[in-house]
């Protein structure tokens, strides 16, 4: 079986007189873009947006460390490999998207919507608390052991598919869901609690997919194997159909309780 081509380079399309390649503000793993130069600009980005979210929320301890936390963890995603990834990206519009979308709007709802809690039950705090380590933790051991294990150079080239891997495709972000579940709770709202319903909905539909694309291409002859016998996002969770209900009812809980932000955050 003949090894299947790397995706075709995208025609170039100048603009601005020709000075850049516009071609590349499409794209999110830019091969051969200088990493180096996106690290530090996107740990600068992070560094200043979590330093203000932290100061919006200056009077709130337990919500400073968790915004301590996930600053440190998306700095070690950045550092942690060569390839672009959501919080690293390659292409100028991910990056527009991450930085002045995605990122602002948690500091939008975990932060500035906290003055106005509508959750209410007995220790909420804890509850939250619990969920946002487990989650956190979970992500990030997955992470570090990846990074770790991708350096080894006997692995190089190799697909990633031990530890918690064995559970399913994408562990960091099965781990994500509960970080910002519990983040929200501990918020206290509703609007931030639309934050990883919607994460649901766009790792179900757009970001898994597109993952799931770039791993199928770059281990070919790995990929058929362990995707046909791992589950995706929910460890063994394999039902394409289920994952999919999952993502419509993340959707709409979404929708639903982010029209509640604007009462909460004014």
């Known amino acids: 079986m003949a090894e299947p081509l790397a995706a075709d380079t995208p025609a170039k399309w100048p603009c601005l007189c020709g000075l850049i390649d516009c071609s590349k503000l499409l794209i999110w793993r830019a091969e051969g873009s200088d990493r180096q130069l996106w690290k530090t600009v996107c740990s600068l980005c992070i560094t200043g947006e979590m330093a203000m979210y932290m100061y919006v929320v200056w009077d709130m301890p337990l919500l400073i460390l968790f915004g301590a936390m996930v600053m440190m963890k998306m700095l070690i995603e950045v550092w942690g490999q060569e390839t672009p990834t959501w919080v690293c990206p390659g292409g100028i519009l991910l990056f527009l998207l991450i930085y002045l979308l995605i990122i602002p709007g948690v500091i939008y709802a975990d932060g500035l919507c906290t003055r106005n809690p509508d959750i209410h039950f007995p220790h909420r705090g804890i509850v939250g608390a619990i969920i946002f380590f487990l989650g956190f933790f979970y992500s990030l051991w997955y992470e570090v052991n990846r990074f770790r294990w991708k350096r080894c150079p006997e692995n190089k080239g190799k697909l ?87 993502g419509i009812a993340g959707f709409m809980g979404t929708s639903w309780l982010g029209a509640n932000c604007a009462g909460q955050c004014g």
């Open 160 to 246: 990633h598919t031990i530890g918690l891997a064995k559970y399913c495709i994408h562990p960091n972000y099965f781990g994500d869901l509960f970080t910002y579940t519990g983040w929200a709770l501990c918020a206290g709202t509703t609007c931030a609690l639309s934050l990883p319903l919607g994460m649901l909905w766009s790792f179900v539909f757009i970001v898994n997919p597109n993952s799931d694309a770039y791993l199928a291409q770059r281990y070919w002859r790995e990929w058929p194997e362990y995707a046909s016998n791992t589950a995706t996002l929910i460890p063994f969770v394999r039902s394409s159909l289920l994952n999919q209900m999952l």
